[in-house]
């Protein structure tokens, strides 16, 4: 049985080395302004995590761009004669119910499961952050309607919300891919921009008592540029670090309402279309399903994994 | 403090109707037949979409129809289904069902995540750091719907050790694993919350003055650590039981559970907007009641806090 | 040989026809050995259903759900023996034509409804008149348009159902065409000759009601009273509804077991309840049990791929000048694959057809397609360049129900044969597709099919592809086939007529309107302690004769 006091003190001590250690590490180059982001990303290099993350993430996103760099079958074609053919040489990740390559359609999957994440975690900061801003730093009557309105919004439950929105768009019949993109892109963005507003009008609320910013008005200048200029570079950490973790779940969410058969259908054949089209086979084709999950889970992993770095890399409390 | 409930509820009434305004507006604003599917694979006969219409308040503009409805509703009116079943009925039977469900899935996460936020929190970097801390980047990674559907399928049909759906008394045993499933998610973010807050509450003052002061250990952790670190996640869990509510859509749906989850996603499937728009309010009154609540405890958790 | 007359849109719909199984129906499915019947006349049985969409009013029921629930509950005229596949009477001690255009009918005595009332003749009279007249709103009013004096009860809505007129109000509440005759008899008069409505009679829209409902149809709603084999108990809503065996029940198919509930959940939550025992029936396997034929080896003993006289077709919006090419629609009939299809997605469970009907109907036999319906990828091609197709082919369809699986497949043969791009266009449910079927406006091809109504050849052919047919969707319309048909009616022996209606059918392959595929039976399972289980022509679990082990 350890004695408490030492270990106790032991873990203080250790981790008050490590920081000295660190700060000490830290190479200056002679001159060069030392920012929150220059920090930032001194310590994110050397963090295991955020490089495999980021090496994941940037091997899915050329996937996604070239997939005929990956493979060279046609994720179209149907051949009934292979129809639910296991994993084998030729097919790795063995062939779906219609005889459909596996891999193929991953590969090819990854393009519309990446786009409906990207767009939906950037439209979701663009208008939070925008309204986020107008509210911390106008106060007011300004700061009160948003905020009840992003209250409204909230208020909604999520899975719900989303529910009703995509089974009238499904209702509608919209046809073609980037329609199909835009309809589940926008409804996610439409219940999800109170968080971000709400990270963003904190930090907004914080920011505006700092001196510069007071400094600036009492020289004159006009809001926009206070808002642009100053409030924003200062504000922007905690909504990145929002932005990149709700990438990753917002995948995890069109994959949901794929399964439910009301989020991307064909032609924009994502990995959540795949796995709700193998339900059925689970028994008797496990690979139909296993593969592009896996895939799924992975990439909200690494996504997930890089918000963390990137928050624990900003987070001053932590330094 | 009790100006600031009072406050806080009035406050709550635009938000409600706003929330309930703007569902109402998806439900039922929105063109499109709401009859398909009453009437079998035929088109309904007109006299039949006369009478609903009219039933419905259908031909007044949207406003009105709203009015109508929330007037109802304060005289405790949910509306009818179409097959003339009062909605308030299916909301009462489906609304203890999803109640439990949370209450145990709220429980596990809480069991669970603090227990092992608690352990990685104290020890700090190691081993079982990066276990925990890896697997619950697996479980937020992970879909709800996969884990359910995977554990169902491969637990319940293939290998036969568990039955694969809940029966309609839903009795508390046969919600654990659903329980399980639906706070999977949370549990990863429980324990990482708590293991933060552990980690900074660690080195503050009163830490060391009672290290200092030659406090047992378990007294440390137990009355001073455990006490200040609790605030954030039981303020997370509160409003998780009310987030579940509504949140378990796929789970319900996985496991055949009559919870509201399940009621409002057959009514948005059958288009039945009398139950989508009943079970939503009572969802967003439960969450925006639930939230006043937690926010009040805040204050008595931490005497910091004054609400004025 | 019966006289056909061309049935106006009376006809009846997809989901509410009642399939006759063929004569094996007897032996079909009898699972061997009765029951004890001790633990039968004490057992309820667990049904798999789905929660009636409306109120259990039989006039205004059109979907499975409650239409299951009204078979149990009500018993008319006539009714269909599930072991014969015939029509037979029930309520009625004779049904007889008096007159080219009339029947009589003799109700029997003694029969009464749950309460205690007596059956009788204006039971029947005034549920008719009610069910025909407009301003009730009841959906099968359509129903009753042959009898004579509907257009004084119904009145036509002049803009349709989005304008903002509403129908006037007919002038009169009653058909002049039912007259009572005494309490146990009444005559049906018709606009012109219509034999056919005596078999009709076993279908839900023609029960009787009690006068209770006359009273107070409000409260005959939350405690309904039929005259059939079962009495309501009592529904929990969104979960089940239960049913009880009446003892004074007098028609011909009395039940044996206690009770029976209809558990409404998830297809493949009853599958699941099923394999554990904790359903009891359900009339359809879900896809994720057919996947792999797992139902076999879940479920040995006690399931069956129940024979139905149903078939699958897909259908071309001939209106649309898009699918004016013979060659075009021959060359997709031709791409297909039936065989692959039906092994490969369906696990074997369907049989191709090659004509417009299937096996065990009277009068038909195989062959009538012949060439158009093998699969021949190069001779396809050929016919397609010659029709000068451009664009992509589209079919269309509801995707649940293992829909989507099957037409994926076929659009990929089309697209390996014939070399050009062929989409699956799902909907959310069949129903937004049927509105733009009646209105003539579909572009796509679509799903369709038909399910026997009564035993014979003529029923697949003239209500279908006859010029103005009652359920001619595509507007198909061949003189001649027309006149072959018409020759066929008026033949003097069945025989020859046979003989006359398969020259017709392979006419009509000439033509190629719709492209048939295959048959669709009905996969059925149920748990350990039932015995003697066979479906109803109407697809459901025949409860009279069902028994526990």
């Known amino acids: ?319 | 403090m009790g100006r600031y409930v009072l406050r806080r509820l009035l406050q709550l009434v635009p938000v409600f109707i706003g929330t309930t305004f703007l569902i109402f507006v998806l439900v039922w604003a929105v063109p499109g037949d709401p009859f398909t599917g009453l009437c079998g694979d035929r088109p309904c006969p007109p006299q039949f979409v006369a009478a609903m219409t009219e039933k419905y308040n259908l031909n007044d503009n949207v406003i009105v129809q709203y009015l109508k409805y929330m007037g109802a509703l304060l005289t405790g009116d949910f509306g009818q289904t179409y097959s003339e079943q009062p909605v308030g009925e299916l909301i009462a039977l489906a609304a203890p069902v999803s109640l439990r469900l949370a209450v145990v899935a709220v429980a596990i996460e809480a069991i669970i995540g603090v227990t092992a936020g608690i352990l990685t929190g104290l020890r700090g970097r190691g081993f079982l750091d990066n276990l925990v801390l890896v697997s619950t980047l697996f479980l937020i990674a992970l879909p709800t719907f996969v884990t359910g559907f995977v554990i169902q399928i491969v637990l319940g049909f293939q290998w036969e050790i568990l039955t694969p759906t809940v029966s309609s008394e839903a009795r508390w045993s046969e919600l654990i694993i659903p329980g399980f499933v639906l706070g999977s998610l949370s549990m990863a973010y429980v324990s990482r919350l708590t293991r933060t807050s552990i980690a900074e509450n660690k080195r503050a003052d009163y830490m060391r003055t009672a290290l200092a002061k030659g406090q047992p250990k378990h007294r440390i952790v137990g009355v001073h650590l455990l006490r200040n670190s609790a605030i954030p996640v039981i303020t997370f869990l509160g409003t998780d039981i009310g987030n579940l509510m509504g949140g378990a859509i796929v789970t319900e749906g996985i496991f055949g559970i009559h919870g509201v989850g399940k009621l409002v996603y057959d009514g948005i499937i059958d288009k039945q907007g009398t139950i989508v728009v009943g079970v939503v309010v009572l969802l967003v009154i439960v969450f925006l009641v639930v939230n006043l609540l937690i926010d009040l405890m805040y204050a008595v958790l931490d005497p910091r806090i004054r609400y004025d | ?549």
């Open chain 1, 1 to 319: 049985m350890t004695d408490p006091n030492t270990a106790a003190a032991g873990t203080v001590t250790t981790e008050g080395a490590t920081y000295v250690t660190a700060a000490e590490h830290q190479q200056v180059a002679p001159g060069k302004p030392r920012s929150l982001w220059s920090d930032a990303w001194r310590d994110l290099r050397r963090r295991p995590l955020f490089i495999i993350a980021s090496a994941v993430i940037i091997l899915l996103v050329i996937i996604a761009i070239f997939p005929s760099w990956f493979t060279s079958v046609d994720p179209k074609h149907k051949d009934l004669d292979f129809s639910r053919v296991p994993p084998s040489g030729d097919a790795w990740f063995g062939y779906d119910l219609q005889g459909r390559d596996v891999y193929a359609r991953v590969v090819y999957g990854t393009r519309w499961t990446l786009l409906v994440g990207v767009a939906a975690s950037v439209l979701t900061v663009l208008i939070g952050a925008f309204f986020g801003i107008l509210a911390g730093y106008f106060g007011g009557w300004v700061d009160g309607l948003i905020s009840r309105i992003g209250e409204i919004f909230f208020g909604l439950p999520f899975v719900l919300g989303a529910i009703v929105i995509l089974s009238q768009v499904r209702n509608a019949q919209v046809g073609g891919a980037f329609p199909i993109v835009s309809a589940v892109v926008s409804s996610i963005a439409v219940l999800s921009w109170p968080v971000a507003m709400r990270i963003m009008r904190s930090a907004a609320v914080a920011a505006k008592q700092q001196d510069y910013v007071k400094a600036a008005r009492a020289l004159g200048a006009r809001p926009a540029r206070i808002i642009f200029r100053h409030l924003l570079p200062n504000c922007l950490a905690p909504v990145l670090v929002y932005g990149t973790i709700a990438l990753g779940a917002f995948i995890g969410v069109e994959a949901t309402m794929s399964f439910l058969g009301i989020g991307l259908h064909d032609p924009a054949v994502s990995w959540g279309v795949m796995i709700s089209d193998a339900r059925n086979y689970v028994r008797v084709a496990p690979h139909m399903l296993l593969f592009p999950a896996g895939f799924l889970t992975l990439t909200v992993l690494v996504f997930v994994m890089l918000g963390d770095a990137v928050r624990e890399a900003l987070d001053p409390k932590l330094r």
């Open chain 3, 1 to 549: 040989m019966r006289r056909r007359r061309l049935l106006s849109a009376a006809a009846i719909p997809l989901a509410l026809s009642l399939a006759v199984t063929s004569c094996s129906g007897g032996g079909d499915g009898d699972e061997q050995g009765a029951g004890d019947s001790n633990k039968t006349k004490s057992a309820v049985l667990t049904v798999f259903g789905s929660e009636p969409e409306l109120p259990l009013v039989p006039g205004d029921t059109n979907e499975s759900g409650g239409s299951k629930i009204i078979d149990a509950l009500f018993t008319g005229l006539m009714y269909f023996d599930a072991a014969s596949g015939q029509a037979k009477e029930a309520n009625a001690e004779s049904f007889e034509l008096t007159a080219p255009d009339e029947y009589t009918v003799k109700l029997k005595k003694g029969w009464k409804f749950h309460d205690g009332t007596d059956v009788k003749a204006d039971n029947y009279i005034k549920a008719w008149n009610y069910t025909a007249y407009g301003p009730n709103s009841q959906q099968m009013a359509s129903f009753f348009q042959q009898i004579e004096g509907f257009d004084d009860v119904y009145t036509a809505d002049p803009d349709g159902p989005e304008g903002p007129q509403t129908p006037p109000t007919p002038k009169s509440t009653e058909m002049s065409g039912l007259t009572k005759v005494d309490d146990y008899e009444f005559k049906i008069k018709f606009s012109s000759p219509y034999t056919l409505f005596k078999i009709k009679t076993g279908y839900g829209a023609y029960m009787p009601m009690p006068d209770s409902f006359f009273a107070d149809p409000e409260a005959w709603k939350k405690n309904p009273v039929g005259n059939g084999p079962f009495k309501y108990v009592g529904r929990v809503p969104e979960q089940n509804l239960e049913l009880e065996r009446w003892d004074d029940y007098q028609g011909p198919d009395k039940a044996k077991i206690k009770g029976v509930k209809y558990t409404f959940t998830d297809a493949d939550a009853a599958y699941a309840d099923v394999k554990g025992n904790q359903l009891d029936f359900m009339d359809t396997v879900p896809p994720q049990g057919i996947a792999g034929n797992v139902w076999e080896s879940d479920l040995p003993g006690r399931a069956k791929a129940f024979r139905v006289m149903a078939i699958q077709q897909i259908s071309f919006p001939l209106y649309n000048p898009k699918y004016a090419s013979v060659d075009f629609r021959h060359a997709i009939s031709m791409a297909i694959d039936r065989e692959q299809v039906t092994k490969t997605i369906f696990e074997g469970n369907r049989k191709p057809i090659d004509g417009y009907a299937l096996e065990g109907v009277p009068g038909y036999e195989p062959g009538a397609c012949g060439k158009w319906c093998e699969h021949n990828p190069a001779e396809a091609k050929k016919l397609f360049d010659k029709s000068g197709w451009t664009g992509p082919i589209e079919i269309t369809s509801n995707a649940d129900n293992g829909h989507r699986e099957w037409v994926e497949a076929v659009c990929g043969q089309i697209e390996e044969a014939l070399d050009t791009e062929c989409n699956f266009v799902p909907v959310q449910a069949f129903g937004q597709i049927r509105q733009a079927i009646n209105a003539h406006q579909m572009t796509q091809i679509y799903r369709s099919g038909w399910v026997m109504d009564y035993p014979d050849i003529e029923n697949f052919l003239n209500p279908i592809f006859r010029t103005g047919g009652s359920s001619n969707d595509n507007g198909y319309s061949n003189p001649e086939v027309d006149a072959k048909l018409k020759e066929a009616d008026e033949a003097s022996n069945p025989d020859e007529a046979h003989r006359l209606y398969h020259e017709a059918e392979e006419m009509i392959a000439e033509d190629m309107p719709a492209v048939p595929l295959w048959e669709t039976p009905s996969i059925s399972a149920w748990s350990e302690r039932l015995t003697n289980v066979r479906l109803t022509p109407a697809r459901e679990l025949d409860l009279s004769f069902v028994e526990i082990k």
